[in-house]
């Protein structure tokens, strides 16, 4: 009885902290289950995360329009819990925001997941830019997510676009 309650609590502690950004797999350390347990514990809470990245950004587009978004993404802050990240981790985080774009309710566009994406790799310590590109002729517009000079997600061939700012 006392270890349910006990469990229980810790795990409450665990959403806070997730929702608060500062989730990290060192919090769980004291808790008596298989690492394949933890491994799908922070899956999920990056999941939801995400999700909720995706429905915020979405809310700021219809409420404020692409300049709520862009000061949004401009002013998110790179968390320093982790100061060094591998490509694999990046990797995880990217498939993860592509999990949380096909469950989401609404189709996403670019612009929606680019920014949505961003903050989710800024709040996890990876420092990630938004690009908006265009094409002159057609006329096409288009968002991406880079990494120092690595596409992460978006654009296969970013020579084609001229840029028009990174944020």
Same mark, same amino acid.
């Given at each position: 009885?006392?270890?349910?309650?006990?469990?229980?609590?810790?795990?409450?502690?665990?959403?806070?902290?997730?929702?608060?950004?500062?989730?990290?797999?060192?919090?769980?350390?004291?808790?008596?289950?298989?690492?394949?347990?933890?491994?799908?514990?922070?899956?999920?809470?990056?999941?939801?995360?995400?999700?909720?990245?995706?429905?915020?950004?979405?809310?700021?587009?219809?409420?404020?329009?692409?300049?709520?978004?862009?000061?949004?993404?401009?002013?998110?802050? @790179?968390?320093?819990?982790?100061?060094?990240? +591998?490509?694999?981790? $990046?990797?995880? !985080?990217? %498939?993860?925001?592509?999990? #949380? &774009?096909?469950?989401?309710? @609404?189709?996403?566009?670019?612009?929606?997941? +680019?920014?949505?994406? $961003?903050?989710? !790799?800024? %709040?996890?310590?990876?420092? #990630? &830019?938004?690009?908006?590109?265009?094409?002159?002729?057609?006329?096409?517009?288009?968002?991406?997510?880079?990494?120092?000079?690595?596409?992460?997600?978006?654009?296969?061939?970013?020579?084609?676009?001229?840029?028009?700012?990174?944020?």
């Amino acid at each position: 009885m006392y270890r349910a309650s006990a469990l229980r609590l810790t795990w409450r502690y665990l959403l806070r902290r997730c929702v608060r950004r500062d989730f990290a797999l060192r919090d769980v350390t004291d808790l008596r289950v298989s690492k394949a347990w933890l491994g799908m514990f922070r899956w999920v809470a990056d999941l939801c995360c995400a999700y909720a990245l995706l429905a915020f950004v979405h809310l700021n587009l219809r409420v404020g329009g692409f300049p709520r978004v862009y000061q949004l993404v401009r002013r998110w802050p @790179t968390s320093q819990a982790a100061t060094t990240f +591998s490509r694999t981790e $990046v990797d995880r !985080l990217v %498939s993860i925001m592509d999990h #949380a &774009t096909a469950l989401y309710f @609404t189709g996403c566009r670019c612009l929606q997941y +680019s920014a949505a994406a $961003v903050c989710f !790799l800024r %709040s996890r310590g990876v420092p #990630a &830019t938004c690009v908006l590109g265009v094409v002159a002729r057609p006329f096409f517009a288009h968002a991406w997510v880079e990494l120092g000079e690595n596409v992460l997600v978006g654009v296969t061939d970013k020579r084609k676009f001229v840029v028009l700012d990174r944020f």
